[in-house]
């Protein structure tokens, strides 16, 4: 018995087509115009199907596929909302003015690369302004880098400071006072602001609440803010805004949660509605380590990117005249300071176990490391100033 396999016909080309059509109306009416229309229409019709065709495009979805370039490397990109969260005391708003320099000079900040030096614009709310000062002034000491530029490296709104001396201080005091339109003044010194800065800016807003005292339980409000901030940032796509919040007063009768292991849940701790995390690009947390308090945890959430903690601890030049620490920023915690009981998990402490003093990726596989957890070890590691790579060779650091 024969089965019969029914084909698809080959499709007819567009010379056939053309002279079909001439065909068919020069056999009605030889000097009929038509078969020149009908040709014409028959080419136009093809062009169109092939615009339409899957491997053709308009330049729509050819062009700005690639993200944003990062400004902190595994940590902001340009054009990105980010929020800063943190209990009092912890050090958070001495972790922005170290940064600061850092971001100014281009210079690595607790190992993570910053991938081109730019102007900072500083909306400070709560320190003092002598404070301010002698951090940023400690931090280029320790790393031997020159003082920033005031207005031109950086660019201090600091509220507490004296008006008189400080221009950018009268101007954010004469925005905050405006009685008619207060926020759309204070949007208006943010945009005039990075104006000053051509080539992309990152804007530190410490705290967000105290420049924008918006209801945080209500949605409306913060979304409101946040589309703001995205107007801002689509006339400066070089810059980002980062912004701090504060936590929530500790419950004593409920366990916090790890931010080291449990961010999620740790940042469920900000004070306020969960939009003014969940509309953010960039969700970081600050806090003490569980086990040595002079050592601080650094983690979030990344929209669409994995992030890897960081493990730093403060750095000190000495004692004042007073006998009170120096302090001069931050640094990564040594690896001798880690209890990797603590920082990694435990089928991560079982593979760390097999891991050789230096090694290849390979030669880690082959020890019956699968791929992909042996790919997030290494970061994880890399992070906390585990290891270091070089020429494609690891090597552990404790």
């Not at 400004?71 to 902001?76: P, T």
């Not at 945890?297 to 005249?321: A, F, H, W, Y």
């Not at 001798?336 to 920082?343: A, F, I, K, S, T």
Request: hydrophobic residues 35%; contains cysteine; charged residues 30%.
């Amino acid at each position: 018995m024969t089965t019969t396999v029914n084909q698809q016909p080959e499709p007819e080309s567009l010379e056939a087509q053309i002279q079909r059509a001439n065909n068919r109306a020069s056999a009605d009416d030889p000097s009929d115009p038509k078969p020149i229309q009908q040709s014409e229409r028959i080419i136009e019709e093809n062009q169109r199907s092939a615009e339409r065709s899957p491997t053709a495009g308009d330049g729509f979805f050819d062009c700005e596929t690639e993200r944003r370039p990062e400004v902190i490397r595994g940590i902001l990109r340009e054009k990105q909302i980010g929020s800063l969260a943190a209990y009092y005391g912890i050090g958070k708003s001495p972790g922005l003015h170290d940064l600061t320099v850092h971001l100014i000079h281009g210079q690595p900040w607790c190992g993570r690369p910053i991938i081109k030096p730019r102007s900072v614009i500083a909306f400070d709310f709560e320190s003092d302004p002598a404070e301010y000062k002698l951090n940023i002034r400690r931090s280029a000491e320790r790393l031997d880098l020159p003082m920033p530029r005031f207005e031109n490296d950086v660019l201090p709104y600091l509220q507490n400071d004296d008006p008189k001396k400080n221009s950018l201080t009268r101007d954010l005091l004469e925005a905050l006072a405006n009685p008619k339109s207060p926020a759309e003044a204070r949007l208006a010194l943010i945009r005039s602001a990075l104006e000053k800065a051509p080539l992309g800016a990152v804007v530190f807003i410490d705290p967000v609440d105290m420049m924008f005292p918006i209801d945080k339980l209500k949605s409306q409000n913060i979304l409101w803010l946040y589309r703001e901030f995205r107007k801002i940032l689509a006339d400066f796509p070089q810059s980002l805004i980062l912004g701090t919040w504060n936590l929530r007063k500790p419950n004593g009768n409920v366990p916090k949660a790890s931010l080291l292991h449990d961010p999620r849940g740790w940042l469920f701790e900000v004070a306020g509605n969960l939009d003014l995390l969940n509309r953010c690009d960039v969700r970081l947390g600050m806090d003490n380590f569980t086990e040595d308090e002079s050592v601080r945890v650094v983690n979030g959430i990344r929209r669409g990117e994995p992030i890897e903690p960081l493990m730093i601890r403060p750095v000190s030049l000495g004692d004042d005249k007073d006998g009170n620490a120096k302090l001069a920023g931050f640094e990564l915690c040594p690896p001798d300071g880690l209890n990797l009981d603590q920082v990694l998990t435990l089928k991560q402490r079982e593979y760390w176990q097999k891991l050789p003093a230096r090694f290849r990726f390979e030669e880690a596989v082959s020890l019956g490391i699968p791929r992909s957890s042996l790919d997030g070890l290494l970061k994880r590691a890399r992070s906390l100033n585990l290891v270091t790579s070089a020429n494609g060779e690891w090597a552990k650091t404790g």
